[in-house]
T-cell receptor, first 112, second 113 residues
Framework: DTAVSQTPKYLVTQMGNDKSIKCEQN?????MYWYKQDSKKFLKIMFS???????INETVPNRFSPKSPDKAHLNLHINSLELGDSAVYFC???????????FGEGSRLTVL | GENVEQHPSTLSVQEGDSAVIKCTYS??????FPWYKQELGKRPQLIID?????GEKKDQRIAVTLNKTAKHFSLHITETQPEDSAVYFC????????????FGKGTMLLVSP
């Protein structure tokens, strides 16, 4: 039973389209994140949510809009996709007051 | 905010050799320093971590050392095996509240048989 699951795993789309990636965790943690991993493997925090509330937005363009319908889900919607959005997007969660991250398997987005 | 520098970016060793990856951090309030291993096409997974109340921690062939005064920490892998080949990330954070992990840029370790 996967602790952090993301869908889809692969997404290929054209520039200008709108797409969503979904994330669900069954660990009962309050805090969830989206990280972006670019082609150089650099892992960068995008958003952090705690119990459905946005905590951190690391200067991500407005085209990216996270949504947390409940504390077990954190979805990422991207409008007007650009070539530079091509990356692997990782959802993650962490227990209270610890730094350890549990990552999902990642969603590889390719924008053509 | 926190800034984590990691070196080297790539590291090639022969099977059985040791490998050392070094990181420095900028925020003196950081107190949690994990290391993640990411195999090709997989998610990053925690392999070992250290908190600022200890200077060294070991788990079988891997060990991590921390020097809070100098603000650097290192990962040591002994008796490397081909399955150790992966990208390794160091990270740092304040382990409280809503602090998030800041990652280094990763080290690609290649262990040749």
């Amino acid at each position: 039973d996967t602790a952090v699951s993301q869908t889809p795993k692969y997404l290929v789309t054209q520039m200008g389209n709108d797409k969503s990636i979904k994330c669900e965790q069954n660990l009962g943690h309050d805090t969830m994140y989206w990280y972006k991993q670019d082609s150089k493997k650099f892992l960068k925090i995008m958003f952090s949510y705690n119990n459905k509330e946005l905590i951190i937005n690391e200067t991500v363009p407005n085209r990216f809009s996270p949504k947390s319908p409940d504390k077990a889900h954190l979805n990422l919607h991207i409008n007007s996709l650009e070539l530079g959005d091509s990356a692997v997007y990782f959802c993650a969660t962490t227990p209270p007051n610890t730094g350890e991250l549990f990552f999902g398997e990642g969603s590889r987005l390719t924008v053509l | 905010g926190e800034n984590v520098e990691q070196h080297p970016s790539t590291l090639s060793v022969q099977e059985g050799d040791s490998a050392v990856i070094k990181c420095t951090y900028s925020d003196s309030a950081s107190n949690y320093f994990p290391w993640y291993k990411q195999e090709l096409g997989k998610r990053p997974q925690l392999i070992i971590d250290i908190r600022s109340n200890v200077g060294e921690k070991k788990d079988q062939r891997i060990a991590v050392t921390l020097n809070k005064t100098a603000k650097h920490f290192s990962l040591h892998i002994t008796e490397t095996q081909p399955e150790d080949s992966a990208v390794y990330f160091c990270a740092a954070s304040r382990e409280s509240g809503y602090s998030t992990l800041t990652f280094g840029k990763g080290t690609m370790l290649l262990v040749s048989p």
